[in-house]
């Protein structure tokens, strides 16, 4: 089933969207990139691994402009900044992960970029503010007003990350194919659910196309 599909999966913080994304990939059999995508980024970019986790979903304007020199590449651009090289580099990571297939993509608006794929499949995975609290409790090894404080540091800094880079609302239902709650079906039903999923939309592409 699993073929030269693409799924993304956006996430807020504590969530379990990363663990989501390790089980679906091991079920289909895809490769999984989350952190493991800087690592990539760096070696086919040459820019310090370390300077791409600095600067790692943090909202610039460079995005936006990778995808209009992607449409347009005659245009002529000056000022490419370190910022801007980290997020040409990553964009074009993903635009090439996005050609090959057979992947999980979390976070870096991977959804946006690759928005065009008819093989990509969005996600957002989201859940109450106690599951997120819990699990970053017990991750985290800190106290509940220390976690509440991460998770809200990290959800305002993805959120500033895609709202900024793209053309969408981070989180909002419209902005992806699929929004599940880890907190309503735990992460074991969440991957069920993109599966059956993911099933339906090829049995409808095949009838259709029948």
Not at 23 to 38: C, Q, S, V
Not at 102 to 120: S, T
Not at 182 to 192: A, E, F, L, Y
Request: glycine share 8%; proline share 1%.
């Amino acid at each position: 089933m699993a073929g030269n599909m693409i799924i993304t999966i956006g996430r807020e913080f504590g969530s379990g969207g990363h663990e989501v994304g390790r089980r679906l990939a091991a079920e289909l059999g895809l490769k999984l990139y989350d952190k493991e995508l800087l690592k990539m980024v760096a070696e086919e970019s040459n820019i310090c691994e370390q300077v791409l986790r600095d600067y790692d979903e943090k909202p610039t304007n460079s995005l936006l402009y990778s995808i209009v020199m992607d449409v347009y590449p005659s245009m002529n651009y000056v000022g490419n900044t370190l910022s801007q090289q980290v997020s040409q580099a990553q964009y074009d990571t993903i635009r090439k992960l996005g050609e090959k297939g057979g992947c999980v993509i979390v976070g870096r608006a991977a959804d946006y970029i690759l928005r065009d794929n008819p093989h990509m499949t969005s996600v957002f995975i989201h859940s109450s503010m106690r599951f997120r609290l819990d699990r970053v409790m017990e991750y985290e090894h800190i106290d509940e007003a220390k976690a509440r404080e991460m998770i809200l540091r990290a959800d305002k800094k993805r959120a500033s990350f895609y709202n900024f880079q793209t053309e969408k609302k981070w989180g909002a239902v419209s902005s992806y194919n699929l929004s599940l709650d880890t907190s309503d079906i735990g992460i074991d039903g969440c991957v069920k659910m993109i599966e059956a999923y993911l099933g339906q939309k090829a049995e409808y592409r095949r009838s259709s196309k029948s």
